[in-house]
């Protein structure tokens, strides 16, 4: 298996495009899969300099509803004819994050998007095939991000707090492997991992997440107890972790400082094999 960044917030060459976002491309032996999209069509750009040609493509996974993931869903869509894309049903909710400057800024997609025909719409968990499974509906609030209490969704003209019911995750099992992919790990990837276990019984062999870290509170002393919880629980795993975004560098530096050689950073260029 072979998973290369192609967007993310920092990049690994200055030939590189990086911005607040994420995309992955990951091939294994039986696909080619786009995993977000970005803010916008920049991550294309990245793609060709990498030798990724992205339409070839055959299937592609949006891990939720923000823009930093999925705003260059139609420039994938036009540089690609034949891959679907598979999504939560609730992916198209009008998001917003309540910045701490009164600003209540739109987050989403954009609305008119919702009708290319090669969206795919799910209400929870799902398979895609023997190596491929897709799941959602996390709870529990263990280890939870407080930088989530910014992040809304408009309902009835009213902004409630955003469950992340639009949030999904990708389990490969390729070989006697087994890689979690998620995007910003909104309902904490401690959460993540329980409700994967469900489907991995013997184990996650790598896990690959946003850990949604940044900013988390405005006190540094809370965000490195904050990372020291996280880290305690997944040092009780044997995973090997790869990180990247919403976690930023500073709350990867507290994770690392945690567990050591047991977590890495991606940035746009990396490429990983497994």
Known sequence: ?????????TAVSPELSNSHGLSFYIETKNHKILFDMGPDGTFLENAQKLGVDVSKVDLAILSHGH???GGGLKAFLDANSTALVHMQKKAFGEFYAHDLDGVNRYIGLPQEWKDETRLVFHAGDYKLDAGLQVFAGVTGREC???ANDLLYVSMNGRHIPDLFMHEQNLLIKEGDKMVLVAG??????????K???AYAPRGIDYVISGMHLMDAYP???KRQMLCRNVAERLRQRSSRYYTCHCTSLEGYEMLRG???EQIRYLS???VLEI
């Open 144 to 146: 939870y991000s407080p």
């Open 1 to 9: 298996m072979r998973i290369v960044t192609l967007m993310e917030n």
């Open 219 to 221: 006190e540094k002393e």
């Open 258 to 260: 945690e567990m050591g």
């Open 184 to 193: 910003c790990a909104h309902n904490g990837i401690v959460n993540i991992l």
């Open 195 to 197: 409700k994967a276990d």
């Open 67 to 69: 823009y930093d993931h």
């Open 268 to 270: 746009a260029g990396s």
